[in-house]
Structure formats: C-alpha cells, structure tokens
C-alpha cells in the first residue's frame, strides 16, 4: 500500500461511507441514545461521540495537522455527544471524504490515537473505523446496514490482515475474533472478525 498515493485514480474514496453513516446518524431518534450498543462501555450517545472525535482525528491526521485531536488515545476517556451533534457530525464526515481526496493525504507520516501511522495505514484505518462503527450505529438503532463494495473491501482485508496476531499484538483496535461459518457474508466476516457477534441486538 506504500504505493497508494502515486496511483490517485485507485485511492478509496471516503464518500460513499460517510454518506451513510450520516444518513445513520440522521434517521436516530434521540430515545435512543441511551441504548445499548455492541461496544459494552458505549451507549448510542458514546458511541456517536467516538465517531465525531475520530471523524476529527483522522481528518487532522490526513492534514498531518497533529495535536490533541491526533495525539489523545481514545480508550482515555468516554466519549460523548454535544448539543450540536446532529449539525456536527454531517460537516465533520464531509470534510473527512474531502481531506482523503487528496493524494497526499496517504503519504508520509502522522497520528491518530496517539499512534504514529504511515499515511497510507492511517487512510484505511479510518476507512474501517467508519465500516465496524457504522454496523454498530445500525444494529443498535435497528437500521439497514449495507456498506459498499469497496470500503468493505478495504476494512475486511485490514481486519483480517490481523486475525491470526496474538492477542498482545492486536492491539485496542478488535477484540477476540467470533467464530462464523465459511459461507457466512462478507459483512457478517468482518464484524466477527472485528471482535462482533453478527447476531447482537439490542434486547427489547
């Protein structure tokens, strides 16, 4: 992938799983941000607050503009929405396709979560983030959840990539991968690849 920026008609486009997380987001009433999520620490509200930071931190790291928002790991604190979440997150995941646009977003070096990334690493890091978190928004606010091709693509050769590492060597990214039959969607791979039961809904 190291190669990623000098063949710019071939990067992954952002756009297509933004957009759909937005329309996620959207459609959310807000009785349910106190919900439960996949994510055991996270209610809907933590989990929408995680999305708005990394939609921040890896728009910055695309920018190599690194600070706090690159810098703060973010198991740190628990994450939560402001007032003007509804507002926020739309224009935060516009700007994030548009900053990966850019070739030389995925050159160099720069951060996110306080881990120093190559540029290329750090575009499909941010790019799966986008696909695990919108399955969580969907399956805890009972919504379809349909990914396109590409970016699920993109997310399930990453998390895979890592299924065979040890434990200590996955990192905070996926817990323990959940055992699914062969024949099983590519989707529901790599949610349970990703550390997910692709069968969990919230409890009535």
């Not at 973010?74 to 929405?81: F, K, Y």
């Not at 590492?165 to 791979?189: S, Y």
Request: net charge negative; proline share 11%; glycine share 8%.
């Amino acid at each position: 992938m190291s190669d990623i920026a000098e063949h710019p008609d071939d990067l992954p486009d952002f756009g297509p799983q933004t957009r759909l997380v937005a329309r996620l987001a959207g459609a959310l009433p807000d009785a349910l941000l106190e919900g439960p999520t996949p994510c055991p620490d996270y209610a809907v509200r933590h989990l929408l607050g995680h999305i708005v930071a990394l939609t921040a931190a890896f728009a910055d790291a695309g920018r190599k503009r690194l600070g706090p928002t690159t810098d703060t790991d973010p198991s740190s604190t628990l994450p939560d929405v402001g007032p003007d979440w509804r507002e926020q997150l739309p224009r935060a995941l516009d700007e994030l396709a548009e900053v990966w646009r850019d070739p030389a977003a995925w050159t160099g070096a720069t951060r996110a979560g306080g881990v120093d990334l190559t540029g290329d690493i750090a575009g499909v890091v941010a790019l799966n983030e986008l696909v695990v978190h919108g399955w969580d928004l969907a399956r805890s606010t009972g919504q379809e959840y349909a990914p396109d091709a590409a970016s699920l693509a993109v997310s399930h050769a990453l998390v895979s990539a890592t299924a065979t590492e040890p434990p200590n060597e996955r990192g905070t990214l996926f817990g323990p991968p959940v055992p699914v039959r062969e024949e099983a969607p590519l989707l529901e791979r790599l949610v349970a690849l990703s550390g997910r039961d692709p069968s969990w809904r919230p409890r009535p």
